[in-house]
């Protein structure tokens, strides 16, 4: 039987307070993890620029290349001047020139590593980490570009783009291991589980940011963020310790430059993840008592 949620909160955890975010845009949505049925949507199909969550597109493409044996995660790749980068990540003020291709990959799950993007993009190409995205149906999402300081009219307009309608069927596919392979999925949820960043839809899920590859305060919770000066993007799917699919989302922000909106924005993805915390709750006393 499949499972009934009740997420009927969410259009009001989106606009409540909206007053102070009536230039912001918004795509967002949320499904059932285990079927990939949209439950709740809000300009799903609304394409936004999405920062660094259009990473998830190059881990999928480093995954997929190591299990048709292209790519051994073990080889060691060697930053360069011209992959630096400064912000996001630690690589940038590590000593280490080099790192293995698995490690560069589980700093871009754990920091979003911006350094790491570059040396990544250049290894394994950006045409073929769009060819594996557009193969697997994603076709307004996507990564655009490797990690610039200076965006020049020659370059992509931005990082990453995406609408919540692909990116929330991204992380439902992932969670059923339909993302190329359940190999595959299950190598880029582990390099997600890393992710350090909870402080937009994940944060009322209560985990440990710096520890919850294991179940945390009763969830299993895999995302990924991407933080601009004028855009919040969380993607995500989290489940129940012991459930069997859990909720899979995406909520997409962007605004102008003109005022900074950050904390309205994220006080109204915050109540997004509250409403959704509910309604994983909700599975456990609605599970029936065994015997």
């Known amino acids: 039987m499949a499972q009934q949620w009740n997420v009927q909160g969410l259009d009001e955890a989106i606009t409540a307070g909206a007053a102070d975010l009536t230039t912001v845009e918004w795509s967002a949505a949320v499904a059932d993890a285990a079927t990939g049925e949209v439950l709740w949507s809000h300009d799903a199909d609304r394409v936004l620029k999405t920062a660094s969550v259009g990473k998830v597109f190059l881990l999928i493409e480093a995954a997929r290349q190591a299990e048709t044996g292209e790519l051994d995660l073990d080889e060691p790749v060697q930053r360069l001047p011209e992959d630096l980068v400064a912000d996001s990540g630690l690589w940038h003020v590590l000593d280490l020139g080099a790192l293995s291709i698995r490690d560069a990959c589980a700093l871009i799950g754990a920091v979003s590593d911006n350094l790491a993007t570059n040396v990544l993009v250049r290894r394994l190409g950006i045409d073929r980490i769009g060819d594996t995205g557009r193969s697997l149906g994603f ?153």
């Open 139 to 291: 076709t307004a999402s996507a990564l655009l570009d490797r990690v610039r300081e200076d965006r020049g009219p020659q370059h992509p307009p931005t990082l990453s783009r995406g609408n919540a309608a692909e990116l929330v069927r991204l992380m439902a596919d992932l969670a059923r291991g339909r993302i190329v392979s359940p190999a595959v999925s299950a190598r880029v949820l582990g390099w997600l589980a890393l992710n350090t960043d909870q402080s937009m839809v994940a944060a009322p899920f209560g985990v440990d940011p710096l520890a919850h590859t294991e179940p945390d305060n009763g969830f299993v919770l895999r995302n990924k963020t991407g933080t601009i000066s004028t855009a919040r993007i969380d993607i995500g799917v989290c489940d129940v310790d012991g459930g069997d699919g859990g909720l899979a989302w995406a909520v997409l922000a962007n605004w102008s430059d003109e005022v900074d909106l950050r904390d309205a924005v994220l006080e109204r993805m915050t109540a997004i993840g509250a409403e959704l915390r509910g309604a994983l709750r909700q599975t456990i006393t609605d599970r029936p008592v065994a015997g």
